[in-house]
């Protein structure tokens, strides 16, 4: 090829520029898949690690049973919540966490009181029945017992009809979970706002008591306690929860005759007292002012030994701490590992946590929440942008061998729910729920009701994502 001016000169250097730039381009498009591929295998490669590591060292089932046999429920305020703290503190610095502390935090300080006595006395018969009952937590106690007639109505709606015989009577909800439900966490929150609220509602008309129906799907006697609030300006009247089968039983009888019930119950306030958050922390190697949070709630009601409701979670939270430092895992970004306090009738420490958070702006960019039982793992929950819940959903193929089939919208947790507030993405891991509500704020939720493998599984699963969240970013 001749040249014969500048222009010429000019234009062909351009264009061998653009052609060899063209050339890279190609070349880089036609090895992005490559490259993915490899970027996938070496996060399947890792997460075997983690399931190797998890399922066949992991120890989580003994944390739970240390916790649950030796130190029991966790009600907020009281001793054993306390010994509990420092147990998490002291486990999680053995694993080799870089740095482990307490957040104070003021929490309510309730407390039952003696046993309740429910008797049910069914005119014209000369019967009566021990119910098997527990009164709801936050509520007041009766002092005296409490001794009167039961109005039964299904729900709300009924109350609002039947709102001129309600006075001087005891009102028991007979609303409860509806079977068809297959996510039973939808029944439980629709049934929620008769233990949450049914108390000032009858109040309102004159009631002196109220029992509900246990927030369950069972089919054992097990009465389920849980929070309730009152409105402050009606009447503060003692309020409970029934054990199925004595629910069936009271509904029946009423349908048929007048029924008295002998109510007793002794809750009360003492001040707030100082519980605290157990924090422990695997600093970030490239983002270490940047966080991502991995928690559970420490506190349980003083029923049964709080082994699902939150033990569970406990556990979990802890076990992948232990897992990443065997591993030798260095996160990009700083992790945290949080056994928060007072989630069942406060709150109070996910909100001093986020509140802290906040005050020393912090930037949190993921938090992840186990408070749903330590079932067999489902999937998860996120509150998250479209953009980054189809980020997200682009790992599945790599959790799915482990049992996760859905990464869906909507989901987080009660105790991280506070830090939606800073822009933080959250999520909750969802297990299979269809028994979780035959043990939730009962007697029965114990140790030897949680399966050591099943457990395992959940705390590899949240494990993985915490690993593809920090390596990926969101």
Not at 11 to 31: D, E
Not at 76 to 94: D, F, H, I, L, R
């Amino acid at each position: 090829m001749v040249i014969t001016d500048g222009q010429s000169v000019k234009n062909l250097t351009n264009s061998s520029f653009i052609f060899s730039h063209m050339k890279k381009l190609l070349f880089l498009l036609a090895a992005l898949p490559f490259c993915v591929a490899a970027q996938s295998e070496e996060d399947a490669v890792f997460i075997r690690k983690l399931a190797d590591e998890v399922l066949v060292n992991g120890k989580a089932h003994d944390l739970l049973r240390d916790l649950t046999k030796n130190i029991g429920h966790r009600l907020s305020g009281s001793p054993q919540y306390n010994k509990a703290a420092v147990w998490g503190k002291t486990e999680m610095e053995k694993m080799g966490a870089d740095k482990a502390w307490l957040q104070e935090c003021l929490v309510p300080n309730w407390k039952r009181g003696k046993d309740e006595v429910f008797i049910a006395e069914m005119d014209g018969r000369k019967q009566k029945r021990m119910l098997n009952a527990l009164a709801l937590g936050n509520s007041l106690g009766s002092g005296k017992p409490v001794v009167a007639k039961v109005l039964a109505v299904e729900d709300f709606n009924e109350l609002e009809k039947r709102k001129d015989e309600v006075k001087g009577k005891i009102v028991y909800y007979n609303a409860g979970f509806d079977q068809r439900h297959v996510q039973t966490f939808r029944a439980y929150g629709e049934m929620g706002q008769y233990r949450r609220s049914g108390a000032s509602r009858a109040a309102k008309y004159g009631a002196v008591g109220t029992l509900i129906r246990s927030l369950g799907g069972g089919t054992d006697n097990f009465a389920h306690t849980g929070s309730m609030a009152y409105n402050d300006s009606l009447p503060k009247i003692p309020a409970a929860a029934l054990g199925l089968r004595d629910a069936d039983f009271l509904w029946d009888m009423t349908r048929h005759t007048d029924v008295t019930v002998s109510l007793t119950t002794s809750g009360k306030f003492n001040p707030d007292t100082i519980n605290h958050n157990v924090i422990a922390e695997l600093r970030g190697s490239q983002f270490p002012d940047t966080y991502i949070t991995i928690g559970g709630h420490l506190d349980s009601w003083d029923v049964g030994e709080g082994a699902h409701d939150d033990g569970a979670g406990i556990v979990q939270t802890m076990e992948i701490l232990r897992a990443f430092k065997q591993l030798g895992y260095k996160p990009r970004y700083s992790i945290r590992f949080v056994l928060f306090a007072n989630e069942e009738n406060g709150l109070r420490g996910g909100q001093k946590y986020a509140e802290e958070a906040k005050a020393k702006g912090e930037k949190h960019l993921f938090a992840l929440e186990s408070d749903a039982g330590g079932f067999t793992p489902r999937g998860f929950g996120f509150t998250a942008s479209p953009e980054q819940l189809a980020k997200i959903k682009a790992w599945l193929p790599l959790l799915k061998p482990y049992g996760i089939g859905d990464l869906e919208a909507g989901g987080g947790g009660a105790d991280i729910g506070p830090l939606r507030s800073l822009g933080t993405v959250l999520a909750g891991l969802q297990p299979d729920s269809q028994r979780y509500f035959d043990v939730h704020h009962t007697h029965n939720d114990v140790f030897e009701n949680v399966n050591k493998r099943e457990l395992h599984l959940g705390a590899l699963n949240m494990a993985a994502l915490i690993y593809l969240v920090d390596k990926y970013g969101l």
